[in-house]
C-alpha cells in the first residue's frame, strides 16, 4: 500500500467532520462566557481561556472541552479552589468534582465532555504554582508555532500512536502525550519527518530541543520544553514505549500499512489451546493475582510495572527460567501471567555458606547443618563440604514453582498497595492448567495476548 | 578421642622404624661413593648430596633415596646430562632414564626407589640455572632449622595432609608440597602450631614468611621460600585445597579423629542406587567423557581443572543448573559427571537481537527472523517483537543437555589437548541412567565419590 492512500483512509476515520468542529466551539464559547458572567456575579477578576486540542486545532472525534480559569498569582489556594468549583458549576450548571493536584470540575454539556480547571496566571512557566498553570503555555506555543497545514499530521502521529500502543503521559502507558506529539511535528515537519527521525536518528537518551539551553536528563527520550527549558516533555516514555515506536517507525516506512494505526486484535485463544501452544513449547505458565489495590492509576501501574519488571529475575533466581511476562489489569485483580520454562524445580537446593576463613559465621554454619548428626532429622541429605574455600550444604527446598512464589512474594518488593495486598495474603498464585484457565475467564483477551507477542501492527 | 592419643596411633603407622632407617641410609652411602668413584674414573670435578625427606630426617615408610650430582656451573648443559646419567648408570648398574627439565636416572637399590639428578652448584638460588638446583638449598635449610625433636611433627603433618587430600604440589593435587610442610612446621613449631594458625589467623592470600623482605603474589596462600624470596613456596596450593585443609584443621582442633589421617573410602554405589539418589533429590546425571590424552598429568591436570571451573558455568548459561561436578581421570578417560537439575529445558528460546537502533543490524535482525513469511519454515513460533528496546525473536532449540553439549562443546575452551579430542570427536556424552552406569563401570570408585560428598574425615 501506498502511505498516502493509508493515510487519507486514516483521516476519513478520525478527523471531525466540520459540523462536530463548529459546535464543539460553541459549546466552548458559550462555557466561557458562563464563566466570565459567573466572575462578574461574584466579583473576581480572572480570565477564562480555551485550552487542549480544540484550541490548538489538534483534536479527533469525540473531542473534549477544557477550559482553564486563570486567578491573580497572589489568589489564595483555597480561594482559588473554592472559587474555580463554584463558577464552573454556576457556568455549566452540574458537574462532577475530580482532583489532579487540585480539584476541577467534570461535566458534559451538548454531549461533550467538559473539563474546567482553575490555574494560576502567571508572566511565565518558571513562576509555576501549580503544575496545570504550565497548560495555557503550551496551547499559546502550539497555535503560535504549529502550521494550520500541519494538523493533519499530528493527527495521523497521535493515531499511530494509539494503533502502537505508546500514546499516553499516563502510568498506564509510559508513551507519548498529545503536547509531545505536536511538538515532534513542529521540530520535525510532519508525520513522516517524526518517523524518519524516529526510525533513523534516535537513541536512547537523544535530546530534542527547539532552542538551545534545555537541561541535562537521564530519561530514555528528552525533549525540551520550549515553554520550561528545565522540563522533559518526554520524561513519561519508557524504554519500552521509545523502542516499540522506533521500531513501529521503521517497519511502517518500509511497508505503510492501515494495521499500524488500526490493529487487529489478537486471535481469540481458549484455555485447551493455550494449553497446546505451552505444551509445544515445552513450558509451563505461573499466574499472580493480586487483588487490585483500590488507588487511581497513576498510583497503580507504577507499582504494576515495577513489580513486572522485577518478579522475573526473582524468579530467575529460584531456578525457574522466565521466557514470557504479561501483566494485566482488570477490575478486580491485577495479574502477571508468566511463561516458564518448568512449573517445577529439583528438590536438592546447594546452599552456599560463609568462607571456611570467616569466624564464627564458618563455625556456626558447621554447627547447625551437622545437627543430623545428633539424631535431629533436620537435613537428611548429607552434611556441608568446602568448595572452593567456601561451606556448602545440600538441602531439600520446594519444587513447584507456585509454592515458591506464595512463599517468597512477600519479599519481593513489588510497591506499597501491590505488596501490601500480598502481606494479608489478598492474592492467588496458580501454575499449569488452573492458571491459564483463571485468564481465560478473568480475562480473555490477556489470555490472547500472552500468546501471540507479534507487535500490534503486525496481527 | 584425645589428640595425643591419634597422633600415636599414626606415628606408629607411619614412621620408618630403625631398620628401615639405617638400610635407607647404608644404601644412600653405598650410593654416594659408588657416584665419586665413577666421577673420579671420568676425571670430573662433581660433588654428590644426599637430598630429599631421608637427608631431612622427616621421610615416612618407603622412603624414596634422592642423591644429587653437583657439576660446575660452567659445565656446559649438554656435557652435564650426559655425564650425570652415565655416572648414576655406573654407580647403581641400571636404571630407567627420566625427564623433567633435564634427564636423571630413576632405579631400584635393595627395594629402595632411587633417584640420580645432575644440577648446578651454584653459590645461591639467585644465581639458579635449572629448576633442581634449588633442591640442595632447602636440603640445607630443613637440616640447619627444623629441630629433630619436631621430625615427628612433619609426619603427623604430611599423613594429615595426604588424609584431607591436599597433599602434594602436582597438578593433579594443588596442595602442599614436603618442603612446604616442613616450613610450616619450622615456622609454627609444632604439627598443632600449624593447625592452629591455619583455623584461625589465615585468609586467602595470607603471607608466611620466616626472615621478612618477601615480593608480592597473587596466590591463595603464600609462603616465601627461605632460601629464594622472589619464590612462593605455597603457589601451587589452590583455593580449593587451602580451603579444605582449613576447615579440616578446624574440625580436627575441635575433635581429633584417626580419620584425619586414614579417611574410610566411601561407600560402594551402584547404578540402581545412584538413580535412586538423584530421584530422591529431582536431578540428573551428564556425564562427559572425554579420551584421555597422552600427555603427563602435569600438563594434563590443568586443562582438566579448568575445564571443571568452566563447563558448570556454559551449561548453566544453558538453561541447566548444575548442583554438583565430579571429575575423574583413568587410564582411558577424563571424566566430568555433573549433577543437573534437570536432563531436558524447554523447547522455546528466546533469542535477543540487537536494540531496535542499532542500525542495520536491527534490520537484518527483523528480516532474517521475518522470513518465515515469504512462505519459508524457518521459525514456526512467530516474529520479532520488542522488549526494553530490543528485537527478541522466540525460536526452537534442541531440548536435551546431551545434545546440547555434545554441540557446544568443541566452543568451550577446555585445554589444548582436551579441546582437541572433542574437535576430533573423541568423546561420549552420556545422560540419567546411560551416564551412571557407564561411571559404575569404568571408574565405580567415582561413582562412590561423586554421592557422597562428606569431607574425607566425615566418612
Redesign the interface.
Known amino acids: 500500500m501506498r502511505a498516502e492512500d493509508v493515510e487519507r483512509d486514516v483521516l476519513s476515520r478520525i478527523k471531525p467532520g466540520p459540523e462536530e468542529i463548529e459546535r464543539a466551539l460553541a459549546v466552548a464559547e458559550k462555557i466561557k462566557e458562563g464563566l466570565l458572567e459567573a466572575a462578574r456575579e461574584m466579583g473576581l477578576d480572572v480570565d477564562v481561556m480555551l485550552v487542549g486540542s480544540l484550541a490548538k486545532g489538534t483534536f479527533m472525534r469525540g473531542v473534549d472541552i477544557d477550559v482553564f480559569i486563570l486567578f491573580p498569582p497572589e489568589t489564595p489556594r483555597d480561594v482559588l479552589e473554592k472559587s474555580g468549583l463554584e463558577m464552573a458549576r454556576r457556568a455549566i450548571g452540574m458537574g462532577e468534582e475530580r482532583y489532579a493536584e487540585h480539584p476541577y470540575l467534570h461535566g458534559e454539556v451538548d454531549g461533550f465532555e467538559i473539563d474546567i480547571v482553575p490555574c494560576y496566571r502567571i508572566p511565565s512557566p518558571s513562576f509555576l504554582k501549580s503544575a496545570v498553570d504550565r497548560t495555557p503555555f503550551h496551547t499559546r506555543f502550539v497555535i503560535d508555532h504549529l502550521r494550520e497545514d500541519r494538523r493533519d499530521d499530528v493527527l495521523l502521529l497521535k493515531q499511530f500512536m494509539k494503533g502502537v500502543g505508546v500514546y499516553g503521559a499516563e502510568a498506564k502507558v509510559g508513551g507519548f502525550s498529545g503536547y509531545l506529539v505536536e511538538l515532534l511535528v513542529i521540530k520535525y515537519g510532519s508525520f513522516h519527518g517524526v518517523l524518519e527521525a524516529a526510525a533513523?536518528e534516535?537513541?536512547?537518551g537523544t535530546k530534542i530541543e527547539i532552542q538551545g539551553g534545555g537541561a541535562r536528563f537521564e530519561d530514555?527520550l528528552v525533549f525540551i520544553d520550549p515553554v520550561d527549558p528545565k522540563r522533559n516533555v518526554a520524561s513519561p516514555v519508557s524504554?519500552?514505549s521509545?523502542?516499540?515506536f522506533?521500531?513501529a517507525a521503521?517497519?511502517y516506512l518500509k511497508s505503510p500499512d492501515i494495521r499500524f494505526f488500526f490493529p487487529n486484535p489478537p486471535p481469540t485463544v481458549n484455555t485447551d489451546q493455550a494449553m497446546d501452544f505451552l505444551s509445544?513449547?515445552?513450558?509451563g505458565a505461573l499466574l499472580v493475582l493480586i487483588e487490585r489495590p483500590d488507588v487511581v492509576d497513576d498510583t497503580l501501574y507504577p507499582q504494576v510495572n515495577r513489580a513486572r519488571r522485577n518478579i522475573p529475575g526473582r524468579l530467575e533466581e529460584e531456578?525457574f527460567?522466565v521466557?514470557?511476562t504479561h501483566r494485566f489489569v482488570t477490575e478486580k485483580w491485577v495479574g502477571f501471567l508468566f511463561e516458564l520454562?518448568?512449573e517445577?524445580?529439583?528438590?536438592?537446593k546447594?546452599h552456599h555458606g560463609p568462607?571456611?576463613?570467616s569466624?564464627p559465621h564458618?563455625?556456626r554454619f558447621?554447627e547447625k547443618w551437622r545437627e543430623s548428626d545428633g539424631g535431629g532429622e533436620k537435613n537428611s541429605?548429607?552434611?556441608p563440604?568446602?568448595?572452593?574455600?567456601?561451606?556448602v550444604v545440600?538441602i531439600p527446598q520446594h519444587?513447584e514453582a507456585a509454592r515458591v512464589v506464595k512463599k517468597r512474594a512477600r519479599e519481593w518488593g513489588l510497591g506499597k498497595h501491590l505488596s501490601q495486598h500480598v502481606e494479608e495474603g489478598r492474592f492467588v498464585v496458580l501454575a499449569g492448567r488452573d492458571a491459564v484457565d483463571m485468564v481465560f475467564r478473568e480475562s480473555p483477551v490477556d489470555l490472547a495476548l500472552f500468546v501471540?507477542?507479534?507487535?500490534p501492527w503486525?496481527r
Open positions: 533513523k534516535w537513541r536512547p530514555p524504554l519500552e521509545l523502542g516499540r522506533m521500531a521503521m517497519d509445544e513449547r515445552g513450558t531456578g527460567p521466557i514470557h520454562g518448568r517445577r524445580r529439583e528438590r536438592v546447594k568462607p571456611v576463613w569466624h564458618a563455625e558447621v541429605w548429607g552434611e563440604y568446602t568448595e572452593a574455600g567456601r561451606w545440600e519444587v501471540d507477542r507479534r507487535p503486525r
